[in-house]
């Protein structure tokens, strides 16, 4: 017998234990289930007649206590449980995918399997498989064969790696293994990167690379900063990493509703929302910034979503003006002008007045002002407010009982019913106790909206506040231009942002005191200002922040966004670490886009060959349909099973929905609301930011339409969606950013 036919004999039969091992467990599971299921019930029914014996309410309440504590432990055990029945289930199909035999030093050699959650016999503590994050198993990610190490809970382990090996295991059998002497081998991740997409994001843990892994099971750093190139996989190692440090909470406390995902729309939110499920974690609560304005603002302001400052961007004839004014409105200078309007507003725009109480003053307005600014223990402008407002009932409190005195007095005297005396002596001390409310609402409110608007309207107190600030030489010019925009009820998302600072900065918060991890996603979207929200919004957290400078639409591509949010979050310990390895689309795929990035960064790219990406002239508009139609269909036909049409603004979307739907089973993505499904879609390319397709067609790629050097960005964005095939179709002349991509030369293989 040769020698692989010997392992594959002894890998079968090894299966076949760890197989019969969860089958065991499975029906274990199962009778134990079912036996505290009736247990379960049993507590609530014995609490319900118990309970009812009991006609003293103390006693009653400590025989309750008793069964309510039984039946938290009861349910967390059922909880758990099924839980474990349920991992047990989904991995009888494929109980581990990788094994390396690791001899630690002065030890045995022993085999060590690893697979998506632990299999281990409680019996005799014999682990058949490990989960992927346990420390042990990051040998089998990072090391090749020779000298080996892990950090272990009590200490880095060191020890050499004999033999990696990879399984094909499907449905229970196993179909073949082959050894390796590298991290994992490009076979699977070849095979995994050739299939098609799907709707939802899917799990990459049987192929994660060494340097995804090393990005996945940092602990050290407060703020992890991963710059990748489009398609390096910064997305699913942000959603890896948070399964990572679930697996911990034994040791670190954390759950899952502890941890937070700025997304940058809904769509993004949805289309990731599965991996955490697959990996067999609760899902983690994703928001977008708009979100977190909704939670503070309620109905009261309206913010526009991101989605429509892209396609105002995009459309605006004067578009350099608008991205000049959001980078003004985002950048550390604004901060540091809302920062003084805070202290202006803070200094002058509270108008303390005297207070009475019929008549008596009860405090006058400059020792209210005294206390007010005497904030030793750096309280917020509202909260001191709010602790005005305490004081002030407090000390009215003996006055109303001196007036009820004296009014009472009175009613008697007026010869009422005594029946009726309470009642108008109430209502004579409310009046009162309402003036009161009446002198301190003319200061104890601050409006946010018009403290922010004072900016755009006064120009004396814009320039007070400017001074000495390195901004733009017409900013005030600026904020009157958008002045017009501003409108409680859709206000523009730049501004949006500065109001939500402002809030936070005068009334303080506490609303996310909970969250220790965050991860922050398309990190490139944002400017200055929404690091400083973030720095507002937790405290004492890590973050995790990952993003591509390239992939920006309303700016020019900068790292200085990462040396920022350093500055900004301030954390104790930062890491910046770039990935430039592409993982999503074919070499050929890979090649144009590479062409396309602005920055000039090596970049290397996964070698799977596939056609390269079509230009096709159209010869007017009925052509270009035509031959979008035929694009589609033919992507259709070789087996693509999501496909987009990529358009560069919503206008657009819908001109050419209209004229391609009778031809295509089309469905449009041109909100936030939309539900990602396979098929074909067509939306504007700054919706496809994060997603991809099977195949991508670029609607009218022509030199017209895609000129500016920001174009450029977009079909970057546009051309890193596809996995397997690309194409431009086009009406005139081509982009000439396309042209000279196509130019250029080749780039890196891995
Ligand atoms: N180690 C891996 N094994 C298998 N597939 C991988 C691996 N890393 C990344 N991929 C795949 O590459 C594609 C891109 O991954 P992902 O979306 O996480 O990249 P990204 O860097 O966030 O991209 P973008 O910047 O475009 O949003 C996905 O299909 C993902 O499954």
Redesign the pocket.
Same mark, same amino acid.
């Given at each position: 017998m040769s020698e692989y036919k010997t392992a594959l004999e002894e890998e079968k039969k090894y299966l076949e234990r760890v197989t019969e091992f969860l089958e065991e467990q499975i029906q274990g599971c199962g009778i134990d289930i079912k036996g505290q299921r009736k247990n379960l019930v049993d507590i609530r029914r014995e609490m319900y007649t118990e309970g009812s014996r009991y006609t003293d309410e103390m006693d009653r309440m400590a025989e309750l206590n008793q069964y309510i504590t039984m039946e938290a432990v009861e349910s967390s055990q059922y909880k758990h449980k099924l839980e474990t029945l349920k991992k047990y289930e989904k991995m009888i199909d494929k109980p581990y995918f990788g094994r390396f035999d690791f001899a630690e030093e002065g030890e045995e050699k022993e085999s060590i399997y690893v697979g998506y959650h632990n299999i281990m016999n409680d019996d005799t503590y014999e682990v058949l498989a490990y989960d992927w994050r346990a420390p042990i198993a990051s040998v089998f990610y990072r090391s090749e064969l020779g000298p080996a190490k892990y950090i272990a809970p009590y200490g880095e382990i060191e020890g050499e790696v004999s033999l990696k090996r990879q399984y094909e295991i499907k449905k229970g059998e196993l179909e073949y293994f082959f050894d390796c002497s590298l991290t994992?081998t490009d076979e699977l991740?070849q095979q +995994?990167?050739g299939k098609n997409?799907s709707s939802k !994001? /899917?799990?990459?843990v049987?192929?994660?690379?060494k340097e995804?892994d090393q990005i996945i099971r940092d602990r050290e750093n407060d703020l992890l900063i991963v710059q990748?190139? +489009?398609?390096?996989? /910064?997305?699913?190692? +942000? !959603?890896h990493r948070v399964a990572f440090l679930l697996y911990d909470r034994l040791e670190s406390g954390l759950t899952h509703n502890q941890i937070m995902i700025l997304s940058p729309n809904h769509l993004f939110g949805e289309y990731i929302s599965n991996v955490l499920p697959e990996l067999g974690e609760e899902d983690v609560a994703h928001f977008t910034v708009e979100d977190i304005f909704e939670k503070y603002f309620g109905n009261h302001l309206r913010i526009r979503n991101r989605n429509s400052q892209m396609e105002y961007i995009i459309g605006s004839k004067h578009r350099q003006k608008v991205r000049e004014t959001i980078a003004f409105k985002g950048s550390k200078a604004y901060i540091e002008l809302l920062d003084r309007l805070v202290d202006y507003c803070e200094t002058h725009m509270i108008k303390f007045t005297d207070i009475y109480y019929d008549k008596e003053i009860v405090v006058d307005k400059d020792t209210l002002k005294k206390d007010f600014l005497d904030n030793a223990i750096n309280m917020s402008i509202v909260k001191r407010l709010n602790r005005i407002e305490r004081i002030i009932l407090e000390k009215i409190k003996p006055l109303e009982k001196e007036k009820r005195k004296e009014v009472l007095e009175e009613i008697e005297a007026s010869g009422a019913y005594a029946f009726e005396e309470e009642r108008r002596c109430k209502e004579v001390l409310n009046e009162f106790r309402q003036e009161v409310f009446n002198q301190l609402n003319r200061f104890i409110r601050v409006n946010i909206f018009f403290v922010y608007k004072r900016m755009f309207t006064d120009e004396k107190l814009f320039n007070q506040l400017a001074k000495g600030l390195d901004m733009p030489y017409n900013a005030f010019q600026m904020m009157r231009y958008s002045l017009r925009a501003l409108r409680p009820e859709c206000i523009p998302y730049e501004d949006g942002v500065a109001l939500l600072y402002l809030k936070l900065k005068i009334e303080g918060t506490n609303l996310y005191q909970g969250i220790r991890q965050v991860v922050i &996603?398309?990190a490139q979207d944002y400017y200055p200002i929404h690091y400083k929200v973030f720095g507002e919004l937790f405290k004492g957290v890590q973050y995790t922040v990952?993003? &591509?400078v390239c992939?920006t639409i309303e700016k020019e591509a900068s790292h200085t966004i990462y040396d920022d949010a350093i500055e900004l979050l301030n954390p104790k310990r930062a890491l910046k670490l770039e990935?430039n390895k592409?993982? @999503?689309s074919s070499y050929e795929i890979n090649q144009l886009a590479m062409n396309l990035r602005e920055d000039q960064k090596a970049c290397i790219a996964i070698e799977r060959h596939e056609e390269a990406p079509l230009m096709q002239k159209a010869n007017n508009e009925e052509d270009l349909n035509e031959k979008i139609v035929n694009q589609v269909k033919a992507y259709k036909a070789a087996g693509l099973e999501s496909i987009a049409i990529l358009c560069k603004t919503k206008g657009e979307v819908h001109e050419a929905y209209e004229a391609l739907k009778d031809q295509l089973e089309l469905s449009i993505l041109s909100s936030d609301d939309t539900i990602l499904e396979k098929g074909i879609l067509i939306m504007p390319i700054y919706m496809a /930011?994060?997603?991809?397709y099977d195949g991508v067609v670029v609607y009218d790629a022509n030199a017209e339409r895609y000129k500016e050097a920001f174009d450029k960005q977009l079909l970057y964005?546009a051309t890193? @969606?596809a996995?397997h095939r690309l194409s431009f179709i086009y009406k005139g002349q081509i982009s000439p950013f396309l042209e000279e991509a196509i130019k250029k030369g080749s780039i890196d293989k891995a």
């Open positions: 994992i991740l +995994a990167l997409t !994001m /899917k799990n990459i049987e192929t994660i690379q995804q990748g190139v +489009a398609g390096s996989g /910064k997305t699913s190692i +942000a !959603m &996603d398309e990952l993003g &591509d992939q990935l592409s993982y @999503r /930011k994060g997603l991809e964005i890193t @969606r996995l």
